[in-house]
């Protein structure tokens, strides 16, 4: 589903507004596009005329903020001598292949469910080709068990800077999984980093009572629901509690990012109504933004976290 929101946004006809990931849509066979064929992003990204509705917007935004601000950290990650990738719940992930050149020296792993893996690799192989030299594919369930296990077990070496992502994964696993992963790479060669993005518990309280919002109705069909959010208002101590040093917060559609990613050359806003159309929030989102609002928190973000030196080490 966000590959399907990526590949949406990489047909972005200005390349300023473009979504990078040019290889998405590369991945989307039509048994990927069977699988979320009830999900409205299937459907226009099926009909390659038609416009993206509102609703699909929002996670064509949101992967362009995800895309750009996760591609930039893993540049500057490399520049700074990270010698490992980790990819957790990497999905459909394709950086492997789009910055096969800048990881040449890199040893990448993809970690991900035994399932998913398999079809992402098994498609990955026909429409990319080979599987590049350098990656690892290595199968994990987060709740289940330990980061720290199943990397020792594929060549990973804690000695060695790391960058690691988890993108789009945290708000699918237990808190206890969380927490395990969390406490693993925070254990990773100090000035390892870590980008991340998820949600508070303002939105499952709010999924909770609004279970038709958005895409809500396909992930509980898909048997795929939210389950964990961070604490509103503490998510910085959460992060500190298990070692991290916060480098950045930054909320996915915080003014920031709209500035940064959002913001179209002529100054209007990917999401936002032309001037004079009539508003395109239906009232459900309106209540969204109201309740989130209230809650006063970031409630859904990225996170860069960076692993401290250790004094003793
Ligand atoms: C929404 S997708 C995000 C995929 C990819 N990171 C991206 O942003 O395109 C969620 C990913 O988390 C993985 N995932 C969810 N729960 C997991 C678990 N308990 N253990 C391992 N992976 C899990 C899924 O297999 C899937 O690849």
Known sequence: ?????????????????????????????????????????????????????FEELGTVAAM????????????????DGARQYVILGAGFDTRAHRFAKQLRE??????????????????????LGPTPQNLTYVTIDFNRQKLADVLAGAGYDPALRTFF?????????????VRE??????????????????ATRAVLDFMAKSPDYGSSPFLAKWGEPWV??????????????????????????????????????????????APGAPPRLNPQRQNMASVLSESGSSYYSLAELAVPDRPNA
Not at 107 to 114: A, G, H, I, R, S
Not at 259 to 273: C, F, H, N, Q, S
């Open 64 to 79: 362009l903020v995800r895309t750009k601000f996760i591609d930039e950290a893993l540049r500057q990650a490399v520049e």
């Open 106 to 127: 890199v040893m990448v792993f993809e970690v991900d469910t035994e399932a998913t893996q398999a079809r992402k690799r098994r498609r990955a192989e026909a429409a």
């Open 228 to 273: 964990f959010g961070l604490p509103d208002g503490r998510e910085q101590d959460f992060f500190e509690e298990l070692g991290f040093r916060v480098c950045q917060r930054f909320p996915v559609f915080g003014p920031e990012s709209i500035k940064r990613y959002l913001t179209r050359p002529d100054g209007t806003v990917i999401g936002a109504p």
């Open 165 to 177: 992502t988890w993108e789009g994964v945290t708000m699918y696993v237990g808190e206890g999984g």
């Open 1 to 53: 589903m966000v590959a399907a929101g990526r590949a949406l946004g990489a047909r972005e006809p200005d390349p300023a507004m473009r979504n990078p990931d040019w290889l998405a849509e590369k991945l989307l066979g039509p048994e990927e596009l069977a699988l979320i064929q009830e999900h409205p992003l299937a459907a226009t990204l099926i009909n390659r005329g038609a416009k993206p509705i």
């Open 181 to 198: 992963t969390l406490q693993t790479i925070a254990q990773a060669a100090p000035g390892s980093r870590l980008v991340l993005d998820y």
